[in-house]
C-alpha cells in the first residue's frame, strides 16, 4: 500500500512539470506583433502639403519664439470684408458712422502702449485680404501694429413680443491684433452685441430703423473691441515678450 502511494505522487509530480514546461512554451511562442512597441513623438507634419507653405524648421521656430511688442507704437485699423449695404443713405447714416469711428479710435487712442491710431487708407489697402498682403501693407503705412476685424450683423422683427415696428439687430465682430514685424497675431477676440430699435418719425420707412438698429449694435461691438484691445496692450508689462493669446 506504502508504494502504490509512492508511485501515484512521482506520477502527480510528472504531471505537473509537464504542464509547467507547456505553459512556458506557449508563452514564449507569443507573436511580436502583440509585444509592447516603444512611443514615438511626432515633432514634425508628415504631410507634404504643409511643408510647402511652411518648413517645419520654420513651424517650429515660430511656435517656440516670443515677441516683444513696441512700448510706443503706431496702430492702424482696416475693416476686413465689404462694408454694409445701408453705408452712405442718408446725412444721418454719414453722421452716425463719423460718430462711432471717431470714439472706435478714440477709445484705442487710450492705450500707453499706442502713440497714434488711424484706419488704414484705402489707397494702401490690398485688393487680395490675406494677412501676408496687410502685413505689407502695414508696413508701408510704418504701423508697427494692424487691428484686423470683420462684422456680421442679423435683424429679426418677427417675436411675439415685438410690435409691428420694432427690430432687434445683433452684430458680431472678429477681430485679431497683428504685430507687423514678425507677422504673429498675439491677441483675438470674438464679440457679439445687441441693439433694439422702434420706428421714428424722421425715418422714411421701417427698412432704415432696421439700418440704424444694426449700425448702433455695430458701435456697441466696436467699443467694446477696443476696450479689450486697450485691456490687452496696457496688461503687458514694460520691455516684456509674450505669446499669442485669446
Known amino acids: 500500500m506504502r508504494h502504490a502511494i509512492v508511485v501515484i505522487a512521482l506520477l502527480a509530480l510528472l504531471l505537473l512539470g509537464g504542464c509547467t514546461a507547456q505553459a512556458v512554451g506557449t508563452g514564449a511562442s507569443v507573436p511580436a506583433s502583440y509585444a509592447p512597441r516603444a512611443e514615438v513623438l ?16 520654420d513651424m517650429a521656430r515660430v511656435l517656440d519664439s516670443e515677441i516683444q511688442l513696441p512700448e510706443r507704437g503706431k496702430l492702424a485699423v482696416v475693416r476686413f470684408g465689404s462694408m454694409p449695404y445701408w453705408w452712405g443713405w442718408s446725412e444721418d447714416f454719414v453722421r452716425m458712422n463719423q460718430e462711432i469711428d471717431k470714439s472706435f479710435l478714440d477709445r484705442l487712442a487710450t492705450s500707453s502702449r499706442v502713440k497714434q491710431v488711424a484706419y ?100 456697441k461691438a466696436w467699443m467694446t473691441l477696443a476696450d479689450e484691445a486697450v485691456n490687452y496692450l496696457n496688461g503687458l508689462p514694460a520691455n516684456a515678450t509674450t505669446r499669442p493669446t485669446q
Open 42 to 57: 511626432l515633432q514634425d507634419s508628415l504631410f507634404k502639403e504643409d511643408t510647402a507653405v511652411i518648413s517645419n524648421e
Open 120 to 219: 488704414l487708407p484705402s489707397l494702401v489697402t490690398p485688393k487680395q485680404m490675406s494677412l501676408p498682403y496687410l502685413r505689407q501693407a502695414a508696413g508701408r503705412f510704418q504701423a508697427h501694429l494692424l487691428l484686423i476685424y470683420r462684422t456680421t450683423n442679423r435683424s429679426y422683427q418677427r417675436s411675439k413680443v415685438f410690435a409691428a415696428d420694432e427690430t432687434k439687430a445683433y452684430c458680431t465682430v472678429e477681430a485679431v491684433l497683428l504685430d507687423t514685424r514678425t507677422g504673429i497675431v498675439p491677441f483675438s477676440t470674438v464679440i457679439s452685441q445687441e441693439y433694439s430699435a422702434k420706428q421714428g418719425d424722421k425715418d422714411t420707412n421701417f427698412s432704415e430703423t432696421i439700418a440704424k438698429a444694426n449700425q448702433q449694435a455695430i458701435g
